[in-house]
């Protein structure tokens, strides 16, 4: 059984351009949440999905959007990268509303 | 608003003491309460939920209510206790998790 993984590890873009970032979910795991950590921060939810269709979204402009694939891996895109967005990035996958588990996070610097 | 909170940033005890990360919060519907704890250099990782009751690596925590708490307790701490250490609430329904920004927990020798 593979843990949660993201891709890739660490990213540097400049201002206005786009970014996705990648997560593979641990085998058998239905559910995908997106979190942005700021450096001394907690976790902040961004989205969650749920059997591939968006299931609750936190406070994050519409320039953050979010795919889930049929094998329940997942995408998070940002339009219009801001020097704000720079931050670690977190995905956890779950079966439902069960446990979550982390993956190791995309490190995201908007220069 | 829904929020969590908690108050420490780094709390500091000597091994073998007991510890108290605090977490208070603010939702008005009915919350599930989490601690997820972080080792250095490994990945965020849940602890314990306060539907479970139970006692994790000799952790409890208490849902209460009436105050709005959902403090982390430890009778007698050991030094592989030391981490980043962060309380969370999922709403109802949607499923969205708010953390509090952590506290560090460190346990000297």
């Known amino acids: 059984e593979t843990g949660v993984t993201q891709s890739p590890t660490h990213l540097i873009k400049t201002r206005g351009q786009q970014v996705t970032l990648r997560c593979s979910s641990q085998?058998?795991?239905?559910?995908v949440s997106w979190y942005q950590q700021a450096l001394g921060q907690g976790p902040q939810f961004i989205f969650q999905?749920?059997?591939?269709?968006?299931?609750g979204r936190g406070n994050f402009p519409p320039r953050f959007s979010g795919l889930q694939f049929p094998n329940y891996s997942s995408e998070l895109n940002v339009n219009a990268l801001e020097l704000d967005d720079s931050a670690l990035y977190l995905c956890?996958?779950?079966?439902?509303?069960?446990?979550?588990?982390f993956g190791p996070g995309t490190r995201l610097t908007v220069l | 608003a829904q929020r969590v909170t908690q108050p420490e940033k780094l709390l500091s005890v000597f091994k073998g003491a007991p510890v108290e990360l605090k977490c208070n919060y603010s939702?008005?519907?009915?919350?599930?309460l989490f601690w997820y704890v972080q080792y250095s250099r490994q990945r965020l990782q849940l602890l314990l939920r306060?539907?479970s009751r139970e006692s994790i690596k000799g952790f409890t925590a208490d849902l209460n209510k009436g105050e709005t708490s959902f403090h982390l307790k430890k009778p007698f701490a050991q030094e592989e206790d030391s981490a980043m250490y962060y309380c969370?609430?999922?709403?109802?329904?949607?499923?969205?998790?708010?953390f509090g920004t952590g506290t560090r927990l460190k346990v000297l020798a």
């Open positions: 306060h539907i």
């Open positions: 969370a609430l999922r709403t109802s329904g949607t499923y969205k998790y708010i």
């Open positions: 999905y749920y059997r591939e269709e968006e299931n």
């Open positions: 085998s058998g795991h239905n559910t």
């Open positions: 956890a996958s779950s079966w439902d509303s069960n446990e979550q588990f």
């Open positions: 939702y008005s519907g009915s919350p599930e």
